[in-house]
C-alpha cells in the first residue's frame, strides 16, 4: 500500500515538522511528507525541509491581495502534490473555510493545552496565569471554530510549582513529538480503511 501523502503546514521553529520528518523517515510512521507551506520565508522550517529533501511552497501573505487568493494557490499545490492529509504544525493563520472544506476530515492542528481550555495564542501563558495544575497537548481535527474541532489525542502535563512559560513549553514540546506522530498515524489509518 502507498503511504498516505501529507503537508505540513508551519511558520515558525518547525521542531514538531523535524519530529515527523524523521519520523517518516526512519519508517516508524508510514506517511510521506510530500509539502512544507509556510507563510515567513525566513522560517527555521524551511531550512529543515530543504535539509531534509522535502518540497516548499513558501509565501508572503503582503503579496497576496487577500487570503482567499493565497490560499488558492495552497490548494493548487497540495492538489498538485496529491495530498491527502493536512497537518498544521504551528502554522499561526487562520485558515479560512475554503480550505478547511477541501480537507473536511483531512486536517488536523496541534494545540499546546488540553482542549477546550486555553484556545488561541499562547495557550502555556495562559494556563500558567490561570494556575492549573496540569495542561497538556491536544491533537484535532481542524474545523472552522478556533482549536474547536473534534478531537483525536490528548496527553496531560503536569504544571510545577517555578515552572516558568519556558519550562513547561519544553516540557510540552516533548509530548508534541510523540503525541503528534501517534495522532497522524491514527487519522491516516481511518482514511486508509
Ligand atoms: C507547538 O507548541 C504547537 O503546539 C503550536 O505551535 C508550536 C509549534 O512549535 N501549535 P514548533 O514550530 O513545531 O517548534
Do not use: W
Not at 492529509?85 to 480550505?99: D, E, F, K
Not at 481550555?117 to 497537548?137: D, E, I, M, Y
Amino acid at each position: 500500500m502507498t503511504p498516505l501523502k501529507i503537508a505540513i503546514f508551519a511558520s515558525g521553529s518547525g521542531s514538531n515538522f523535524q519530529a515527523i520528518a524523521d519520523r517518516t523517515a526512519d519508517g516508524s510512521l508510514p506517511v510521506s511528507v510530500e509539502l512544507l507551506v509556510c507563510d515567513k520565508p525566513a522560517a527555521k522550517v524551511v531550512e529543515r525541509a530543504a535539509q531534509a529533501g522535502i518540497p516548499s511552497f513558501v509565501f508572503s501573505p503582503k503579496d497576496y491581495a487577500t487570503r482567499e487568493a493565497y490560499e488558492t494557490v495552497i490548494l493548487e499545490q497540495l492538489r498538485e502534490h496529491g495530498v491527502e492529509l493536512v497537518v498544521l504544525a504551528g502554522y499561526m493563520r487562520l485558515v479560512s473555510s475554503m480550505l478547511v472544506q477541501a480537507y473536511a476530515g483531512r486536517m488536523l492542528n496541534i494545540h499546546p493545552s488540553l482542549l477546550p481550555s486555553f484556545p488561541g495564542l499562547n495557550a502555556v501563558r495562559q494556563a500558567l496565569n490561570h494556575g492549573v495544575k496540569v495542561t497538556g497537548v491536544t491533537v484535532h481535527f481542524v474545523d472552522e471554530g478556533l482549536d474547536t474541532g473534534q478531537i483525536i489525542a490528548q496527553r496531560a502535563v503536569e504544571v510545577r510549582d517555578d515552572d516558568s512559560e519556558e519550562s513547561l513549553s519544553e516540557r510540552i514540546h516533548a509530548i508534541e513529538y510523540e503525541l503528534y506522530p501517534y495522532a497522524i498515524r491514527l487519522a491516516a489509518d481511518k482514511l486508509r480503511r
